[in-house]
T-cell receptor, first 113, second 116 residues
Framework: GNSVTQMEGPVTLSEEAFLTINCTYT??????LFWYVQYPGEGLQLLLK?????DKGSNKGFEATYRKETTSFHLEKGSVQVSDSAVYFC????????????FGTGTSLTVIP | GAGVSQSPSNKVTEKGKDVELRCDPI?????LYWYRQRLGQGLEFLIY????????KSGLPSDRFSAERTGESVSTLTIQRTQQEDSAVYLC??????????????FGSGTQLSVL
């Protein structure tokens, strides 16, 4: 079946620290992979995506590389800011299910000054 | 409007009552999704509409839950005989559909349902 497993939170980091949030997936075929972010009091929004193996999605200093060999899509940022405090969701959309989406449980990140 | 609109934004109801939640997707988006987000938990898939195809209802937790969508427009999620465990944020999302499944979801702000 299709599923996403994400690193448990919550995660608390100091400003300018390095961030990694792990995400691994199980899927049939060649899924597209996504990171969505939910800032406090706001709705979910797309942060970045990758549609095929070895693609790197990037946005706002965040990066994630689609690793087919390890079925992973870990989110990284070299220097986090207080404004990055949010809940991050890893998601996949299998290539053969007509745009169905599967989400991880979310990882809460708090960045302290 | 430009985004996905959900109403009401907040709903407080008594246990045993029925509730209806509404979602207006972005115009032209053929795919529409309902998710549930309990406090401190991830997104739980409920139901998926795609054009005129039969909806994917595999995520509906019980027969108290149902949803309808008229064509490619408004969707209504109905919860009958609400229970306290139904308390959650109900999120609606819409998207275009691409053959490679790479299209992103646009989420509404959600309806916070509280069952007393």
């Amino acid at each position: 079946g299709n599923s996403v497993t994400q690193m448990e939170g919550p995660v608390t980091l100091s400003e300018e620290a390095f961030l990694t949030i792990n995400c691994t997936y199980t899927a049939t075929g060649y899924p597209s992979l996504f990171w969505y972010v939910q800032y406090p009091g706001e709705g979910l929004q797309l942060l970045l995506k990758a549609t095929k193996a070895d693609d790197k999605g990037s946005n706002k200093g965040f990066e994630a590389t689609y690793r087919k060999e390890t079925t992973s899509f870990h989110l990284e940022k070299g220097s986090v800011q207080v404004s990055d405090s949010a809940v991050y969701f890893c998601a996949l959309s299998p290539s053969n299910t007509g745009n169905q989406f599967y989400f991880g449980t979310g990882t809460s990140l708090t960045v302290i000054p | 409007g430009a985004g996905v609109s959900q109403s009401p934004s907040n709903k407080v109801t008594e246990k045993g009552k029925d509730v209806e939640l509404r979602c207006d997707p972005i115009s032209g988006h053929t795919a529409l999704y309902w998710y549930r987000q309990r406090l401190g938990q991830g997104l739980e898939f409920l139901i998926y509409f795609q054009g005129n195809s039969a909806p994917d209802k595999s995520g509906l937790p019980s027969d108290r839950f149902s949803a309808e969508r008229t064509g490619e427009s408004v969707s209504t999620l109905t919860i009958q005989r609400t229970q306290q465990e139904d308390s959650a944020v109900y999120l609606c999302a819409s998207s275009l559909v691409r053959a490679d499944s790479s299209e992103k979801l646009f989420f509404g702000s959600g309806t916070q349902l509280s069952v007393l």
